[in-house]
């Protein structure tokens, strides 16, 4: 057995206050620190994880509040680190609900070869710099590159929500990050079966190869035992709105009756969830099968033959956010600096770097390889960066494994560097895929009011590249989209339309679609996006033959219909063209004599009239 964070001796009493004192110390620091770097727009867990070091026993320690000879608080603290393994085994668990078939369909190939692609790229860079720059040792160097894989979705999904970004840009990132999770927590536990099956003699291929084997398939039967647990402790039942008097069926033996929970999102199924995996995962951890491969086994069992509902308990906010304290307090309570030098410092770097140019460098080859989409090519790199919980866990985990402390002390702090710069760096490239795609809602906002005259240059912008092949006479659609198909196919056979590509057109507009609805109220909808293939902006007019509804303000049908389409590289003249637009659109009189325009003659005129 492995012995974790050996315990000093110390009475069993006298542990009891401290590890109370200790407790409340490590969630109070925790909670100050995310506290405070929320105040600074930087991402709580880091803040966390830095209160975590501040009240754990290396920082006291090294600033004189506690004596080198008082080891009651370290053992207080060590007796917490379980703690990390169950976090640990949920969020692997949880990774399960990806494995959903139907997802993985739908991920399709071009995330696994981005995700294949970055993993390797990654892994390779990390553990060469490590082993050839770093001189550090070839298993150490593994399986720190191993851990390197491991992403933060997460951290990327909060971002994501905040801003609002939803469409392919979206599924392509979630299913990169999840893969590069998988794909990292298989191989993390490949490596450490093999550090374990070095460490007790085990030295050919063979040798290693058939215990590896053995105890990667005990794994998986543990974790049919978990899913089993599981079914019969959290039962799917019929709805109870539509069977309201029906609690518990009578063919349902005593156990069943007494303990099943409904697989409605609870504090309760929380809690049959985290028992029943940490079972599982301690388990495997005591029988040294891969534990991670248990948890993720269990949870793509309960995501294909079970009720995907269970994994909704385990993101209850409120329980979330006190799990997640929890665990980055404990895990920055293990820092450990005692033995720093300049070659753990110059190791962190090497790390950085590698693991910075193995993401980048690993996306853009997968993306270049399948035909990603140019701008999500162009971001997708920059939002793989941020790296957390799974990486912190598989850290200490791996310094438990190989005895050797210096691997969290290399891991911790660069993760920490990731928290704080990946995130940053995410969060500016995903304002700037918003700036693509949203951000005119003030803009458009006039469409419906304003009756001001203007002399507005912008003004001049909007009707200065407007020619009669601009303007579509009784278009013919019976959808929102349909209108919009019509509309970028018309655009892309323009003179000079061929560097409009379609398919990027149509999503943009799509995601725009989601973010913010153009339908302006009083028939008008101005669906709009920026793409890189053009130089000059693009307006298209349309009058619709049956009205469609477009969302937005009044979800009315709409009538006439601008599609705005400009460059990425000239935002303000997009915002200007969005703004004359608005302006005047705006005015009653206009709307109707557009509608009313018998030829396109008649259509350009009025709108060159307008006021």
């Given at each position: 057995?492995?012995?974790?964070f050996?315990?000093?001796?110390?009475?069993v009493?006298?542990?009891?206050?401290m590890?109370?004192?200790?407790?409340?110390?490590l969630?109070?620091?925790a909670?100050?620190?995310?506290?405070l770097?929320?105040?600074?727009n930087?991402?709580?867990?880091?803040?966390?994880?830095?209160?975590?070091m501040?009240?754990?026993?290396?920082?006291?320690?090294?600033t004189?509040i506690?004596?080198?000879?008082?080891?009651?608080?370290?053992?207080?603290i060590?007796?917490?680190?379980?703690?990390?393994?169950?976090?640990?085994?949920?969020?692997?668990?949880?990774?399960?609900?990806?494995?959903?078939?139907?997802?993985?369909?739908?991920?399709?190939?071009?995330?696994?070869?981005?995700?294949?692609?970055?993993?390797?790229?990654?892994?390779?860079?990390?553990?060469?710099?490590?082993?050839l720059?770093?001189?550090?040792?070839?298993?150490?160097?593994?399986m720190?590159?191993s851990?390197?894989?491991?992403?933060?979705?997460?951290?990327?999904?909060?971002?994501?929500?905040k801003?609002?970004?939803?469409?392919?840009l979206?599924?392509?990132?979630?299913?990169?990050?999840?893969?590069?999770?998988?794909?990292g927590v298989?191989?993390?536990?490949?490596?450490?079966?093999?550090?374990?099956?070095?460490?007790?003699?085990?030295?050919?291929?063979?040798?290693?190869?058939?215990?590896?084997?053995?105890?990667?398939?005990?794994?998986h039967?543990?974790?049919?035992?978990v899913?089993?647990?599981?079914?019969?402790?959290v039962?799917?039942?019929?709805?109870?709105v539509?069977?309201?008097?029906?609690?518990?069926?009578?063919?349902?033996?005593?156990?069943?009756r007494?303990?099943?929970?409904?697989?409605?999102?609870?504090?309760q199924?929380?809690?049959?969830?985290?028992?029943t995996?940490?079972?599982?995962?301690?388990?495997s951890?005591?029988?040294?099968?891969?534990?991670l491969?248990?948890?993720?086994?269990?949870?793509?069992?309960?995501?294909?033959l079970?009720?995907?509902?269970?994994?909704?308990?385990?993101k209850?906010?409120?329980?979330?956010?006190?799990?997640?304290?929890g665990?980055?307090?404990?895990?920055?309570?293990?820092?450990?600096?005692?033995?720093?030098?300049?070659?753990?410092?110059?190791?962190?770097?090497?790390?950085?770097?590698?693991?910075?140019?193995?993401?980048?460098?690993?996306?853009?080859?997968?993306?270049?390889?399948?035909?990603?989409?140019?701008?999500?090519?162009?971001?997708?790199?920059y939002?793989?960066?941020?790296?957390?919980?799974?990486?912190a866990v598989?850290?200490v985990?791996?310094?438990?494994?190989?005895?050797?402390?210096l691997?969290?002390?290399?891991?911790?702090?660069?993760?920490?560097?990731?928290?704080?710069?990946?995130?940053?760096?995410?969060?500016?490239?995903?304002?700037k895929?918003?700036?693509?795609v949203?951000?005119?809602?003030?803009?458009?906002?006039p469409?419906?009011?304003?009756?001001?005259?203007?002399?507005?240059?912008?003004?001049?912008?909007?009707?200065?590249g407007l020619r009669p092949?601009?303007?579509?006479?009784?278009?013919?659609?019976?959808?929102?989209?349909g209108?919009?198909?019509?509309?970028?196919?018309?655009?892309?056979?323009?003179?000079?339309?061929?560097?409009i590509?379609?398919?990027?057109?149509?999503q943009?507009?799509?995601?725009?679609?989601?973010l913010?609805?153009?339908?302006m109220?009083?028939g008008?909808?101005?669906?709009?996006?920026?793409?890189?293939?053009?130089?000059?902006?693009?307006?298209?007019?349309?009058?619709?033959?049956t009205?469609?509804?477009?969302?937005?303000?009044?979800n009315?049908?709409?009538?006439l219909?601008i599609?705005?389409?400009?460059?990425?590289?000239?935002?303000?003249?997009?915002?200007?063209?969005?703004?004359?637009?608005?302006?005047i659109?705006?005015?009653e009189?206009?709307?109707?004599?557009?509608?009313?325009?018998?030829?396109?003659?008649?259509?350009?005129?009025?709108?060159?009239?307008?006021?």
């Amino acid at each position: 057995m492995v012995t974790l964070f050996p315990i000093a001796a110390a009475p069993v009493v006298d542990l009891i206050p401290m590890q109370i004192l200790a407790f409340g110390a490590l969630m109070l620091a925790a909670h100050l620190g995310s506290k405070l770097f929320n105040r600074f727009n930087l991402p709580e867990p880091a803040g966390q994880l830095l209160g975590g070091m501040l009240a754990g026993p290396w920082f006291l320690h090294a600033t004189g509040i506690l004596p080198a000879s008082h080891l009651v608080y370290d053992g207080a603290i060590d007796g917490f680190t379980f703690f990390v393994f169950v976090f640990i085994a949920v969020v692997a668990f949880s990774i399960g609900e990806e494995l959903h078939i139907d997802r993985l369909k739908h991920v399709g190939k071009s995330a696994l070869v981005i995700s294949i692609t970055q993993a390797i790229t990654t892994m390779l860079l990390i553990t060469g710099g490590l082993f050839l720059i770093a001189r550090r040792p070839l298993l150490e160097s593994l399986m720190i590159g191993s851990i390197g894989i491991a992403t933060a979705p997460a951290m990327t999904f909060v971002l994501l929500n905040k801003l609002k970004i939803e469409g392919r840009l979206r599924n392509v990132l979630g299913s990169v990050e999840v893969l590069c999770d998988i794909i990292g927590v298989v191989i993390f536990s490949l490596v450490v079966q093999i550090a374990q099956g070095m460490s007790a003699g085990h030295v050919s291929l063979r040798s290693l190869a058939v215990p590896l084997l053995r105890d990667l398939g005990m794994a998986h039967v543990v974790g049919v035992g978990v899913f089993a647990l599981l079914w019969i402790l959290v039962r799917r039942r019929k709805s109870m709105v539509e069977h309201p008097t029906e609690i518990l069926a009578p063919q349902d033996g005593l156990l069943t009756r007494v303990l099943a929970e409904h697989p409605s999102p609870s504090a309760q199924v929380f809690s049959v969830v985290v028992g029943t995996v940490s079972i599982g995962a301690g388990l495997s951890y005591a029988l040294h099968y891969p534990f991670l491969v248990t948890a993720t086994f269990a949870g793509f069992l309960v995501a294909n033959l079970h009720s995907r509902a269970i994994f909704d308990s385990l993101k209850i906010s409120n329980i979330a956010a006190l799990f997640n304290l929890g665990f980055f307090a404990i895990v920055g309570s293990t820092v450990r600096f005692d033995k720093f030098d300049s070659s753990i410092g110059f190791a962190i770097a090497v790390y950085v770097i590698a693991r910075t140019a193995g993401k980048v460098l690993g996306t853009r080859l997968g993306c270049r390889i399948v035909g990603e989409d140019r701008k999500i090519a162009s971001c997708l790199p920059y939002l793989v960066l941020p790296q957390a919980g799974v990486a912190a866990v598989e850290a200490v985990y791996a310094g438990a494994i190989l005895q050797e402390p210096l691997i969290p002390a290399i891991l911790l702090p660069s993760i920490v560097i990731f928290e704080i710069g990946g995130t940053l760096m995410s969060g500016f490239t995903l304002e700037k895929w918003r700036s693509w795609v949203a951000g005119e809602e003030a803009e458009l906002q006039p469409a419906a009011t304003s009756s001001k005259r203007t002399t507005d240059p912008s003004r001049d912008l909007l009707l200065s590249g407007l020619r009669p092949d601009h303007v579509m006479l009784e278009l013919e659609a019976d959808t929102k989209n349909g209108v919009i198909e019509a509309m970028v196919a018309h655009a892309h056979g323009l003179p000079g339309g061929g560097n409009i590509h379609e398919e990027e057109a149509l999503q943009l507009i799509a995601e725009r679609e989601k973010l913010f609805a153009t339908g302006m109220g009083h028939g008008l909808a101005i669906p709009h996006c920026r793409l890189l293939g053009i130089d000059t902006p693009v307006v298209l007019w349309a009058c619709l033959k049956t009205g469609v509804v477009f969302g937005g303000v009044d979800n009315e049908p709409c009538h006439l219909v601008i599609m705005i389409l400009s460059s990425v590289g000239d935002p303000d003249s997009h915002m200007k063209l969005l703004g004359a637009t608005a302006r005047i659109l705006g005015k009653e009189e206009t709307r109707y004599a557009l509608l009313a325009a018998k030829d396109v003659d008649a259509f350009i005129q009025t709108l060159t009239d307008a006021p």
